[in-house]
């Protein structure tokens, strides 16, 4: 969809297991984002990319850190797993013009 | 920072108009978005409001924007059972362009 791509689409893993989620954009968009998605809070912004190198926290950062080691590539990891990061992860791009581009989701389930 | 509010299920016929409404708190966003989520899938952008405008129109949609009192709706023309879905508000705010996001409306369309 629109040159963003995640994977994997589906994870179940063990609690206290590291866990990496990965982003993939073929369009050299500068600025990327993770989000999760839980009922009843919508999309929470997690960490975002303004560029190689260049990442920031979002409002729901705990337990996250993310990585971007070239521009198509931005990766999330959950050092140590939760039950409490169980959700669907997206990941999203900032499309010229506006508007966001959203990946298909990935959906963790840490049990 | 900023805060997005939407209610949570609206209920509508088949054939009648829907309208989803948004509340935001930063009165400095700058662009305002409707986005739509169907079932498993992720998002998808069905339009989007610059701060300057009162109202945009896009076939079946239609956006308004009260600035003053931080209001955004979307109206959805002769609703359709294809337009059962969660709708999110979303705003853009500061520099790194961040989206917020309300935390969804779930439209049900009966026949």
């Known amino acids: 969809d629109a040159g963003i791509t995640q994977s994997p689409r589906h994870k179940v893993t063990e609690t206290g297991t590291p866990v990496t989620l990965r982003c993939h954009q073929t369009e050299n968009h500068r600025y990327m984002y993770w989000y999760r998605q839980d009922p009843g809070h919508g999309l929470r912004l997690i960490h975002y990319?303004?560029?190689?190198?260049?990442?920031d926290k979002g409002e729901v950062s705990d337990g996250y850190s993310v990585s971007r080691s070239k521009t198509e590539d931005f990766l999330l990891t959950l050092e140590s797993a939760t039950s409490s990061q169980t959700s669907v992860y997206f990941c999203?791009?900032?499309?010229?013009?506006?508007?966001?581009?959203f990946g298909s989701g990935t959906r963790l389930t840490v049990v | 920072g900023e805060d997005v509010e939407q209610s949570l299920f609206l209920s509508v016929r088949e054939g009648d108009s829907s309208v989803i409404n948004c509340t935001y708190t930063d009165s400095s966003s700058t662009y305002l978005y409707w986005y739509k989520q169907e079932p498993g899938a992720g998002l998808q952008l069905l339009t989007y409001?610059?701060?300057?405008?009162d109202m945009k129109q896009d076939q079946r949609l239609t956006v308004l924007l009260n600035k003053k009192d931080k209001h955004l709706s979307l109206r959805i023309a002769d609703t359709q059972t294809g337009d059962s879905a969660i709708y999110f508000c979303?705003?853009?705010?500061?520099?790194?362009?961040?989206?917020?996001f309300g935390t969804g409306t779930r439209l049900q369309v009966t026949l």
């Open positions: 999203a791009i900032q499309s010229t013009g506006v508007g966001y581009t």
């Open positions: 990319s303004y560029g190689v190198k260049d990442t």
């Open positions: 979303a705003a853009i705010t500061g520099t790194a362009s961040k989206l917020t």
């Open positions: 409001i610059f701060s300057n405008m």
